[in-house]
């Protein structure tokens, strides 16, 4: 793996509990959709705590007062990549919600874009389409994959086809 991408480790309580839950037989329907969205969301926010930080910072509520925090360094901008496979029967669907997730969990200036793998027989790992944002090498990548156990699937796409575009600069987190 490159020295830019790190590969999170999901053995947290919250993403394990998540996990336990979506596995789950009697997770079915709304409540498994319900459980699906709070894990990758709970993955995205620990994906977020990688990024550079400045633990100084400093903010003014509404009324007035100034508050200590946590915010990222200055410059540290965010995409959020939705990678799915071709095979998918509704890829375009998940693709939607996908992004819809990674939308509403980044920070609000964060570029979203899409990578679609080649369906399993065909050639493993190969992109089939690609949209990324333009300055992409500059950002933080977070690449989405809805399947957690897939990671062979996609380390050939990472390494080939658009591991090039962050050897200089940007980085990711997967």
Known sequence: MHKNVDVLDLESETIQTGLTRVRDFNATGAKFVHVANKLLRNVLES???Q???????????????????VDYEEGVTVCGLALVERSLVSEQ?????????????L??????????????????????????PDGIEDMHVILLH?????????????QVKWTRRYMYGGHSIL
Do not use: R
């Open 47 to 49: 994906a977020l705590t």
């Open 51 to 69: 990024l550079p930080n400045d633990e100084d910072t400093v903010v003014t509520t509404p009324l007035g007062h100034k508050v200590k925090g």
């Open 93 to 105: 669907y998940v693709i939607f919600l996908l992004q819809l997730l990674l939308k509403t969990t």
């Open 107 to 132: 920070p609000f200036d964060s570029a979203i874009g899409q990578l679609q793998l080649s369906p399993p027989g065909d050639s493993p790992g190969a992109l089939a389409a690609v949209d990324l």
């Open 146 to 158: 809805p399947e957690f156990a897939s990671f062979d699937v996609i380390q050939p796409a990472i």
